[in-house]
């Protein structure tokens, strides 16, 4: 659906199936520049379709038939400045890079927790410096990594307090760098200093940990506790 500004329906696309422009569980949408649309979804699917700006199908990808490139529950879509696609592969562990046309440059991660590792990575965004900002929903982590995928450092683990997740769905980057992770287990949204060095824990632990108050994050809404995030699921 495409909304105006101040919340009126303009128009609507798609309907349920699994023929050209149809969506089964459409999962993120994402426009570039010129008005082309990218959507994902899972649910059967699992593929990313293209639309021109008047809602016209053009062709998908990351389908059964697509060999490396093929998806397993694409959750999120970023087009960066230099026209890459990032999507968030989900339950393959892993992000992809993609050109515009749908084509395969390369994916990086794999199932797990260490350094550049995944667990269900279920949304990606951009600092300004051009590094990438992971939520994983699976590890309970926000982690930043280079766009050839060397872990700079993370953040968060599982848990209830300021600083720790549970089953982070999504985040975003705002002005400043600042990352606003919906931390969703704990019904609420934390809000950390993505371009602060000190945000981060790195991967081999080479800086003390600063005083609470600089690391803490912000907690701009919260309620009482959801699940225990003992084990996450897809």
Do not use: K, M
């Not at 990351?62 to 970023?78: E, N, T």
């Not at 390369?106 to 949304?123: E, K, L, V």
């Not at 300004?128 to 683990?157: A, F, H, I, K, P």
């Amino acid at each position: 659906c495409v909304y105006s500004s101040d919340g009126r329906l303009l128009r609507q696309f798609g309907s349920f199936g699994d023929g050209p422009g149809q969506f089964r569980l459409p999962t993120d949408v994402a426009v570039h520049r010129d008005g082309t649309i990218f959507v994902s979804e899972y649910g059967g699917n699992d593929r990313i379709s293209r639309f021109t700006p008047e809602f016209g199908y053009l062709d998908s990808f990351g389908g059964a038939d697509a060999g490396p490139a093929r998806q397993q529950r694409p959750q999120c879509l970023l087009i960066a400045p230099d026209e890459t696609l990032w999507v968030a592969d989900a339950c393959n562990h892993r992000l992809c890079a993609f050109d515009l046309r749908g084509r395969l440059i390369r994916t990086i991660g794999a199932c797990g927790d260490g350094p550049g590792q995944f667990r269900f990575p279920y949304s990606v965004d951009l600092l300004s410096d051009g590094t990438l900002v992971v939520c994983e929903y699976g590890n309970n982590r926000v982690q930043r990594v280079t766009r050839e995928g060397e872990c700079l450092g993370t953040w968060g683990r599982a848990g209830r307090t300021p600083g720790e997740l549970a089953y982070p769905w999504a985040l975003s980057v705002g002005s400043e760098d600042r990352v606003y992770v919906v931390d969703s287990g704990n019904n609420r949204v934390q809000v950390i200093a993505g371009a602060t060095r000190t945000t981060w824990t790195p991967p081999d632990g080479a800086f003390a940990a600063p005083p609470a108050q600089e690391r803490s994050p912000t907690a701009i809404a919260e309620s009482e506790p959801g699940p225990s995030p003992a084990e996450p699921r897809p």
